[in-house]
């Protein structure tokens, strides 16, 4: 009976360890989580491995570790903000065990989202206001924001047919490069270099970044090692977009 | 002093639209704009005062990485839904912009001089969130020692 309990909880914590790497946790965080939720549980001398691809677990002194392989990372910071708050939950003991692992299913199926709408103005604003931030140009506030709006549909639309995210980081700076000149050309806009700086900021990888340099200071060096790599191939992608299309036009 | 207050609100906009690309919960949101807001201006004023680039941006992620533990605390979320988007404004996007586009045109000595801003500034910011990280962490010690109910919520961290 214990053995089940255990089986269940390795699958629970395996479970929500899972959703929080694939929404761009750090380490250290998913692995303080399924150690609570271990200790929750009633088995508080359990084991557990995690990198940013893959995890282990088992309970001390009984076979049958589990592993759980991660195969796709995306940025989803509201899902780990739920499965935390989950974790609080169940360790004040408002749910079980099985409550628990049916809201992780749940939270699967249907993930909280931001309407396409709103990310689409959210990116236009974003590329506008830090534009003026960084180069004073009230200008061109305008069209940056068009063009930053462009950009991020050209990424999530390409993200939803390829699922390479280096990819459509490339083919939206080449878009946003492309836009910026020719709208200059146009006489819409006065400076390309403040259009295209401001457009880009969407893409920046802020979350690969930070989370690469947390993970380095607590020790995950696998972890954190892998994420900076993350991190630069979506600068080298987002620079070479940018570079290639310079040259050309 | 105008251009100041106008690149305050514009920086806002900016923390909590960034917040929305990354799906920050809702309740999460204002907070992480007033974070991002705040530690702008002081970076703001130690420019203003010449500290000099590094010194700001230190500044600045410092603050961000103080202010966004005691958030998170606070609202009981992770630190991440306050700290990424606070830090979107510190980014230099810029220098960065400059240093492709030399190296795209051929001027590989500008180029490699903007190269070395972006990595003094991405250094600063590195370090001025660690520098928060260990204010945070003198900070739970001391908490530890003085209060009853940290110790009875804080039991089973293994990091204290």
């Not at chain 2, 520098?131 to 009853?148: D, G, I, T, V, W």
Request: hydrophobic letters at 50%; glycine letters at 8%; aromatic letters at 8%.
């Amino acid at each position: 009976m214990s053995n089940n309990r255990g089986h269940l909880m390795i699958k629970t914590a395996l479970h929500a360890g899972r959703i929080m790497i694939e929404s761009g946790s750090e380490v250290a965080r998913v692995e303080d989580t399924i150690n609570r939720i271990a200790i929750n549980a009633g088995f508080p001398d359990s084991k557990v491995y995690v990198t940013i691809t893959g995890m282990m677990m088992s309970i001390s002194g009984e076979e049958n570790a589990q592993i759980e392989p991660v195969s796709s990372r995306t940025i989803d910071l509201e899902k780990i903000s739920l499965v935390n708050d989950y974790s609080r939950q169940f360790a004040a003991g408002s749910i079980s065990l099985e409550q628990f692992d049916d809201l992780l299913t749940k939270l699967e199926q249907n993930p909280p989202y931001f309407s396409f709408w709103l990310q689409l103005i959210s990116a236009g604003l974003v590329s506008g206001t830090l534009e003026v931030v960084f180069r004073n140009n009230y200008q061109d506030f305008l069209i940056t924001c068009v063009i930053g709006l462009i950009g991020w549909a050209v990424f999530y639309g390409v993200n939803q047919l390829a699922r390479v995210r280096f990819l459509s980081e490339f083919l939206a700076s080449v878009a946003i490069g492309a836009m910026a000149i020719l709208a200059v050309r146009a006489n819409l806009g006065n400076s390309v270099d403040d259009i295209i700086i401001g457009s880009v900021m969407p893409l920046v990888p802020g979350v690969p970044l930070t989370n690469a340099v947390r993970d380095i200071l607590a020790g995950d060096l696998v972890s954190g090692i892998a994420r900076g790599i993350e991190a630069l191939m979506s600068a080298i992608a987002i620079g070479s977009g940018i570079a290639m299309i310079l040259q050309v036009l | 002093m105008i251009e100041l207050v106008t690149d305050l609100i514009l920086t806002y906009i900016a923390t909590i639209t960034f917040g929305i690309l990354l799906n920050v919960p809702r309740r999460g949101l204002n907070m992480a704009g007033w974070i991002g807001t705040l530690s702008y201006l002081a970076y703001k004023l130690c420019m203003l005062t010449s500290l000099g680039m590094a010194l700001s941006n230190l500044i600045g992620a410092l603050l961000i990485g103080i202010l966004s533990m005691q958030t998170a605390r606070f609202k009981k979320m992770p630190v991440i839904n306050f700290n990424i988007p606070a830090l979107v404004p510190f980014v230099p996007g810029g220098q960065a912009y400059q240093m492709v586009k030399n190296f795209a045109l051929g001027d590989n000595s500008l180029a490699l001089s903007y190269l070395l801003q972006v990595v003094i500034i991405a250094g600063a910011i590195a370090f001025g969130f660690l520098l928060a990280e260990l204010f945070n962490r003198l900070q739970a010690r001391l908490m530890l020692k003085l209060s009853s109910r940290w110790r009875h919520e804080n039991r089973h961290n293994p990091r204290l």
